[in-house]
Nanobody, 120 residues
Framework: QVQLVESGGGLVQAGGSLRLSCAAS????????MGWYRQAPGKQRELVAT???????NYADSVKGRFTVSRDNAKNTVYLQMNSLKPEDTAVYYC??????????????WGKGTLVTVSS
């Protein structure tokens, strides 16, 4: 079994910063992609940022230059540093990992989500 534990969400004023963390644990052979998605009220879940095992990153246009995704392979942990936050960044943020593990290769796992609220 694989578990993802997210932390770091909360309430912040516009222009502020938050750092999200997501640690994967369990029967993991290899973690491929790690990343973050978000879902705002009434909207579909959207990609925020991803990072490969080699460190290649991909960002949504709306967060480029403000958010930074990173990972610690030794700790099976992915981070999202969010700076210059805007009210439109308010959403539930979900950790996503693609893992070679107990039920197969290239399986997607999701965290339960952490709420980020940016006040104006």
């Amino acid at each position: 079994q694989v578990q993802l534990v997210e932390s770091g969400g909360g309430l912040v004023q516009a222009g502020g910063s938050l750092r999200l963390s997501c640690a994967a644990s369990g029967s993991i052979f290899r973690i491929n992609f790690m990343g973050w998605y978000r879902q705002a009220p009434g909207k579909q879940r959207e990609l925020v940022a991803t990072i490969t095992g080699g460190g290649s990153t991909n960002y949504a246009d709306s967060v480029k230059g403000r958010f930074t995704v990173s990972r610690d392979n030794a700790k099976n942990t992915v981070y999202l540093q969010m700076n210059s936050l805007k009210p439109e960044d308010t959403a539930v943020y979900y950790c996503n990992t693609n893992i070679d593990g107990p039920i197969g290769y290239g399986v997607d796992y999701w965290g339960k989500g952490t709420l980020v609220t940016v006040s104006s």
